[in-house]
């Protein structure tokens, strides 16, 4: 089955202790983005990656590190959480990041991981 | 800065009244999306509006997409209990390859 992965489903830590969350696609699809979702906010773009070894920031970088190191990994790294980061946090991918492909196929997201920071 | 706008946020409706959610947004975009998020659970994809005038139904969900008003509605026809979610529309940037959301329309379908 085609999916996105996302683990853990919920993850509760406290302020400092270094957590991954890990996102894995089995789709072949190249672009890969982070988003958290905030109540009345919407989505916000952490990071995203268009290819391996190819990252960049997206609207709310500060506090979150990603690497892509294979196509179908992009985990996100929170060096020291902090409560500012409880959020629910979204994995997405796509087949391309440029040209028509992408647009036609929209996004896949993964389930989701529910992150407190206490 | 791009903003896409949602209207209105809050939606509580009967059973088999029509209704249609908003999406506005602030710069010239081609590309937009809507997309489902059911309580505790991911976004799924409903629709992918690629060109001015482009309109797609599914069941009782129709899309359309105004590029030179910015704006796209989702329109609900006869709606049924099982509707009942939070609608986002997101607009894709030609700039950085971001996907720029709307805050949602949470909506209430009662028997």
């Known amino acids: 089955e085609a999916q996105v992965t996302q683990n853990p489903r919920y993850l509760i830590t406290v302020t400092g202790k270094k957590l991954t969350v890990t996102c894995s696609q089995n789709m072949n699809h190249e672009y890969m983005s982070w988003y958290r979702q905030d109540p009345g906010l919407g989505l916000r773009q952490i990071y995203y990656?268009?290819?391996?070894?190819?990252?960049d920031k997206g609207d709310v970088p500060e506090g979150y590190k990603v690497s892509r190191k294979e196509k179908r990994n992009f985990p996100l790294i929170l060096e020291s959480p902090s409560p500012n980061q409880t959020s629910l946090y979204f994995c997405a991918s796509s087949l391309s990041g440029r040209g028509r492909a992408r647009y036609n196929y929209g996004y896949t997201f993964g389930s989701g991981t529910r992150l407190t920071v206490v | 800065e791009l903003k896409v706008e949602q209207n209105p946020l809050f939606l509580s409706m009967q059973e088999g009244k029509n209704y249609t959610i908003y999406c506005n947004y602030s710069t010239t975009s081609d590309r937009l999306y809507w997309y489902r998020q059911d309580p505790g659970k991911s976004l799924e994809s409903l629709f992918v509006?690629?060109?001015n005038g482009a309109v797609k139904q599914e069941g009782r969900l129709m899309a359309s997409l105004d590029t030179k008003a910015r704006l796209s509605t989702l329109h609900i026809t006869a709606a049924v209990h099982d509707l009942s979610a939070t609608y986002f529309c997101?607009?894709?940037?030609?700039?950085?390859?971001?996907?720029?959301w709307g805050a949602g329309t949470k909506l209430i379908i009662k028997p």
């Open positions: 990656s268009m290819n391996v070894e190819v990252t």
């Open positions: 509006l690629l060109s």
């Open positions: 997101a607009v894709d940037t030609d700039s950085n390859y971001q996907l720029i």
